[in-house]
């Protein structure tokens, strides 16, 4: 089979750090290295010209791959001096011989559409420990405007001088916002420095991004007490000012309540930098010119107000908040240039129609936009009354399922994980089910999502732990000893700081060990912690316990944090499956990058013959999904053995 990656709109090549040269490239690398052919681009000699600075950059970050990590950072390419920028996101890469290589793959400034979120070239330079320069890469010598500067002249305080020295001295690596001087000039940048030591021969490591614009509107926002900090809209004392205005005047108005779709997954997976950067685009976009004659407020972490008088509107209200809709929903590229999806559900309501004071059209409009959320997200809603009502259910459902459990309304389903080589069950996942009394079946979705919002998450978790190793053993009973059983756990329980000795007691308490026992955990909770070795995924795994990725490819799947996840089972999403039978090049490469790191490959929603085939053809063996069989309780496994079981598809 062709390389997938030949194909990719991204340049991609390995870089051979040791020999200084490019070992393989797409045709996009080829475009990008302006080279008539692969064999061309290899024979080029890339020691020749580069700074010691970059050699040696490149170097610490053959170390920092053998480690598992990974670096993002902007580049200057001159190729056939020819002069270009992009985002090269690094990653390690085993060659044949063992040696350790780079793999690079670039995003050109085209590929980025949101032009805030494009970084300054990184600069760098290297230092011996006394601090007398040694060498800079072109954009530093460009920027700085000198090839020789030491860095007590490149740092304008002394203080922080001394305080870079102490910290690369005990921790090995400083970073943080320093002010240099530059061709006369005192601006800020970002530096992170590192204490390198190769062949026995330390130096000091400096990249550093010019941060000088971001850090003047900073200094500059502090000092209005009305304005947010981050984005530059305005805070909840500046709104409630211009709300305030309005009564006044006796003026009529509307609020668009926004709150952004899957921004907690964004925080917690690439870090809150990132997230800072889609608050500003996402605020960039609420001050557009369409939207002038009002206001933009930044009501709380990722919920923005945006606020109008009726007579001011460009627009119908409902015509306007698809035109909010759409601004704010957008890809945007964190700093390793992952495509991040984000969108909005916005609620709205106007003033006096729907409420005589500013709380009561803030909680209106607040309504409105849960309804939004809880109704499918990336949507608008107007006010209506009632909404409360609908909002007061969730309530009622909040009081009823911290009483489900001593009336005995939850239950376990469990589906078979089969194993198609061994014709044979390979374990089952427990599913949670709600019959309440008063309202009737729940599904699991918004059971989870209750008890998350409501904090009961630990206590439905921690009782459908006990219930699903209790039923292993009643599984074990008569079968074989060593089918598992798999459990879902939500980010909010893994958290828990006794949750590891939790577990772990609740195991020996049924008589099982660790290794009887799959957690099955999100892209995004798998992501929080992958570099803490001791976090509680960590432990886990040291434990014995089973770690599952679960819907692999629906949150922000990435090559270069896969290996990273201490995981043993990827279980591809079944929205995969569904189009196996069309295409089956997808499901291919990802099980082969899966299998490549050391990890099992499961597939669900295997619905077919057909499909159990081909993907069994393609030597993925893990199955789930209704050809086999439907969730079902513990007593339907234990009346009858587990066949294939043909579900028509209409």
């Keep these: 089979m062709k390389n997938p990656l030949v194909k990719l709109k991204t340049a991609v090549w390995i870089y051979d750090i040791d020999n200084f040269c490019i070992s393989w490239a797409n045709d996009k690398a080829l475009d990008l290295w302006e080279a008539d052919s692969l ?17 040696s950059s490149l170097l610490d970050y053959q170390q920092a791959f053998k480690k598992g990590e990974t670096r993002g950072e902007f580049w200057t390419f001159t190729p056939k001096d020819i002069v270009k920028k992009a985002l090269l996101i690094m990653s390690g890469y085993k060659l044949e011989d063992g040696r350790m290589a780079m793999l690079c793959e670039a995003l050109t400034l085209d590929l980025i559409p949101d032009m805030e979120l494009v970084g300054s070239t990184v600069m760098m330079s290297s230092y011996n420990v006394d601090g007398t320069f040694i060498s800079g890469n072109p954009p530093f010598k460009e920027d700085i405007g000198t090839d020789d500067i030491g860095l007590d002249e490149l740092i304008v305080l002394n203080s922080k001088l001394t305080q870079i020295y102490a910290e690369l001295n005990s921790k090995g690596s400083f ?19 590192t204490l390198s030591s190769q062949d026995n021969d330390k130096k000091i490591l400096i990249h550093q991004y010019n941060i000088h614009h971001r850090k003047l509107q900073e200094r500059a926002l502090e000092k ?23 009564r006044d005047k006796k003026k009529p108005f ?28 996402v605020s960039a976009r609420l001050s557009a010119t369409l939207f002038s004659k009002g206001y933009a407020c930044r009501f709380g972490g990722d919920e923005f107000i945006w606020t109008c008088g009726l007579d001011d509107l460009p627009l119908p209200m409902d015509v306007l908040s698809e035109k909010l809709l759409n601004a704010v929903s957008h890809t945007f590229y964190g700093d390793f240039g992952v495509p991040m999806d984000v969108s909005a559900s916005i609620g709205y309501a106007s003033y006096p129609k729907d409420g005589t004071n500013t709380q009561e059209i803030i909680s209106c409009a607040d309504a409105a936009m849960y309804i939004a959320k809880r109704t499918g997200k990336r949507r608008t809603v107007y006010y209506r009354p009632g909404m409360e009502k609908e909002n007061k259910r969730l309530g009622i459902l909040a009081q009823n399922l911290a009483q489900a459990i001593k009336n005995r309304e939850l239950s376990l389903h469990y589906q078979p994980i089969y194993n198609v080589e061994t014709n044979s069950i390979d374990s089952y996942e427990a599913l949670i089910r709600w019959q309440c009394e008063s309202l009737g079946y729940i599904s699991a979705d918004e059971t989870i999502r209750i008890a998350e919002s409501t904090g009961l998450i630990h206590s439905i978790e921690n009782w459908v732990i006990r219930q699903a190793l209790q ?20 980010g909010l329980h893994l958290a828990q700081v006794d949750f590891v000795n939790s577990l772990e007691e609740k195991i020996i308490q049924a008589g099982l060990v660790p290794q009887d026992v799959i957690l099955e955990l999100t892209e995004t909770t798998l992501l929080d912690g ?59 490469y990802i099980h082969r990058l899966i299998s490549s ?54």
């Design 224 to 246: 209005d007490s009305h304005t947010d900090l981050l984005t530059g809209l305005l805070n909840r004392r500046g709104l409630f000012d211009r709300l305030q205005s309005y």
């Design 39 to 55: 064999k061309e681009l290899q024979t080029r000699d890339f020691k020749k010209g580069s700074s010691d600075a970059v050699r």
């Design 471 to 490: 039923d292993l053993k009643e599984f074990r009973e008569g079968a074989d000893q060593t089918v598992r059983m798999s459990i879902n756990i939500s």
């Design 530 to 588: 992958i570099d803490d070795e001791d976090s509680n995924l960590h432990q886990l795994h040291k434990l014995g316990v089973g770690i599952s990725i679960d819907d692999f490819g629906t949150g922000y799947s990435s090559l270069a944090y896969l290996h990273k996840i201490p995981a043993d089972v990827v279980k591809i999403d079944k929205s995969f499956v569904e189009q196996v039978s069309k295409d089956k090049r997808t499901i291919d």
């Design 175 to 193: 970073k943080g916002d320093v002010l240099c001087r530059r061709q006369g000039l005192e601006v800020w940048y970002h530096l992170e420095a």
């Design 254 to 281: 509307v609020i668009f309540y926004l709150d952004l779709d899957g921004f907690k997954m964004i925080n917690d997976s690439f870090g809150h930098g990132c997230g800072d950067q889609v608050l500003k685009s």
């Design 597 to 650: 790191l050391g990890k099992k490959t499961l597939v669900e929603g295997v619905e077919t013959q057909e499909q159990k085939e081909i993907v069994q053809s393609l030597g993925i063996n893990l199955h789930q999904g209704y050809w086999f069989s439907r969730p079902q309780s513990l007593m339907f496994f234990k009346s009858k053995p587990i066949e294939p079981t043909v579900i028509e598809i209409r």
